[in-house]
């Protein structure tokens, strides 16, 4: 079973500065499926990044994914007040598609 | 709109049984896999199953030690999950996930349904 670290589990930060979140597997991600998620108290989980660097639907220029292998990164390059919130990653196996999630980065306001 | 509306969450005693239903809208639903995702009080997220099509494929996380069965019925939209034996562990927001058409990741979410164990 894959594990995914994430780091730092809190990140302090002032709007409109820049973001860096990691995402370490326990071994590679062969499967290339490493995807982003933000996730605000009483919402749905919203997906950001997918396939690591490849932004879905909606999403803001300013959020950017990066990496292979076993190290992956979320980039927010200038934050939005609206941006504050829990990030994680998460894979998927080869095959059975099975899935495991970091325990994810919580982004407050420094 | 793409909407996962789940349903049947409650307050359970350890032991005991549990029906979760998810209705899904807005999509072709039996084209896709789904899956259930919980997070527990504090904690991260855990994916915790998920469906083929066609159900003839299902898989779940080690850890539930076949405790839980994952359905669905493409005639009504719907996605189901039978959760027996429960236990204090097992208690979380369940939500109910659509994967994407490649099984990388879940693109649509529903708000989830509130199961609680009590021991």
């Known amino acids: 079973e894959i594990v995914l670290t994430q780091s730092p589990a809190t990140l302090s930060l002032s709007p409109g500065e820049r973001a860096t979140l990691s995402c370490r597997a326990s071994?590679?991600?062969?499967?290339?499926?490493l995807a982003w998620y933000q996730h605000k108290p009483g919402q749905a989980p919203r997906l950001l990044i997918y396939h690591a660097s490849n932004r879905a639907t909606g999403i803001p220029a300013r959020f950017s994914g990066s990496g292979s292998g076993t190290d992956f990164t979320l980039t927010i390059s200038s934050l939005d007040p609206e941006d504050f919130a829990v990030y994680y990653c998460q894979q998927r196996t080869n095959w059975p598609p099975m899935y495991t999630f970091g325990q994810g980065t919580k982004l407050e306001i420094k | 709109e793409v909407q996962l509306v789940e349903s049947g969450g409650g307050l359970v005693q350890a032991g005991g049984s549990l029906r979760l239903s998810c209705a899904a809208s807005?999509?072709?639903?039996?084209?896709?896999?789904m899956s259930w995702v919980r997070q527990a009080p504090g904690k991260g997220l855990e994916w915790v199953a998920n469906?083929?099509?066609?159900?003839?494929?299902?898989y779940y996380v080690d850890s539930l030690k076949g405790r839980f069965t994952i359905s669905r019925d493409n005639a009504k939209n719907s996605l189901f999950l039978q959760m027996d034996s429960l236990r204090a562990e097992d208690t979380a927001l369940y939500y109910c996930?659509?994967?994407?058409?490649?099984?990388?990741?879940?693109?649509?979410w529903g708000q989830g349904t509130l199961v609680t164990v009590s021991s």
């Open positions: 807005g999509f072709s639903f039996s084209i896709y896999w």
């Open positions: 469906i083929k099509q066609d159900g003839s494929e299902k």
């Open positions: 996930a659509r994967d994407s058409s490649n099984l990388g990741q879940f693109e649509e």
């Open positions: 071994q590679s991600v062969t499967t290339g499926y």
